[in-house]
């Protein structure tokens, strides 16, 4: 497609974009809105910068791409629950979310994307990671790619390193009981539905093992995958600033938001628009 309502500037060599030309408060055309989503499919995950949307416009701009799904861990906010709040708070040491991961792999059907607005920001750090599944897929040995093509994978919420970011925020708006675990099983390589390349569908946030054996067994081969799937080639950079917002294929990419900004309060808004199951 060639971009004619938007302009596009890539921001690192393999993932990235950032979108320029537009201001999401004012009302949006379908042809803008299908550039916006072949930019997303190029670059994974795009930027826009100097926006200005309130809530209510965050939820009718995602719900033009998609279904809008509730996040199942944590309380949306009270007049929109269909926005996640995604908050650290001075006195925490622990952020929200604060590893390598894809949002909500232990979802039968997990999401497909995900839109985050940033509403209070520490005076520096905070930068998001992301890194593309494609890439870390392609650039495997051909052995490598046949054998993991005939895995699945078990994907939970009970991982340790991941459950220990989201404590904080489940002692004051968790949605499920205590002892709650969500878990789902996903093929190791998916097919991305849209453009049917091929990506690398584990992550260290969430995925404990793979089927059929016993998480020691697993992972020798996870730890050399999560390592992998990161490489700083493979990955880029966002610095946010006030009226900034990300939006990313939560299927085709990993983020990590950097947890470098203790004793300052951190204040994001999500959006997830419901996906597909794996395949």
């Given at each position: 497609m060639t971009f004619e309502t938007i302009e596009v500037r890539p921001v690192a060599g393999n993932i990235g974009a950032e979108i320029h030309g537009i201001d999401l408060s004012q009302e949006i055309s379908d042809q803008t809105i299908a550039e916006i989503a072949q930019a997303q499919r190029d670059y994974l995950v795009i930027?826009?910068?100097?926006?200005?949307?309130?809530?209510?416009?965050?939820l009718a701009i995602v719900s033009r791409f998609g279904e809008i799904l509730e996040y199942p861990m944590v309380k949306g906010l009270e007049d929109y629950p269909q926005i996640a709040p995604v908050i650290k708070l001075e006195h925490e040491t622990s952020n929200f979310g604060g590893i390598w991961h894809s949002d909500t792999s232990y979802m039968e059907k997990p999401p497909k994307a995900a839109m985050l607005v940033a509403r209070e920001l520490p005076p520096y750090g905070g930068d998001t990671l992301f890194a593309n599944m494609y890439m870390a897929f392609d650039t495997l040995s051909e052995g490598m790619k046949t054998m993991l093509s005939g895995l699945n994978a078990v994907n939970t919420t009970a991982k340790a390193d991941a459950s220990a970011t989201r404590e904080d925020r489940l002692k004051t708006a968790a949605k499920l009981d205590d002892d709650a675990?969500?878990?789902?099983?996903?093929?190791?390589?998916?097919?991305?539905?849209?453009?049917?390349?091929?990506?690398?569908?584990?992550?260290?946030?969430?995925?404990?093992?793979?089927?059929?054996?016993?998480?020691?067994?697993?992972?020798?081969?996870?730890?050399?995958?999560?390592?992998?799937?990161?490489?700083?080639?493979?990955?880029?950079?966002?610095?946010?600033?006030?009226?900034?917002?990300?939006?990313?294929?939560?299927?085709?990419?990993?983020?990590n938001p950097v947890n470098d900004y203790h004793g300052f309060k951190r204040v994001m808004h999500r959006i997830t628009l419901a996906g597909e199951r794996p395949v």
């Open positions: 930027f826009f910068r100097d926006q200005d949307i309130t809530p209510a416009q965050h675990v969500l878990s789902a099983v996903h093929p190791v390589v998916r097919t991305h539905p849209e453009t049917g390349k091929k990506l690398l569908y584990v992550n260290i946030g969430h995925t404990a093992n793979f089927e059929g054996m016993t998480e020691a067994e697993s992972a020798p081969l996870l730890k050399f995958l999560h390592e992998h799937q990161t490489k700083p080639e493979f990955t880029c950079r966002f610095t946010w600033h006030p009226g900034s917002i990300a939006f990313w294929d939560n299927r085709a990419c990993h983020h």
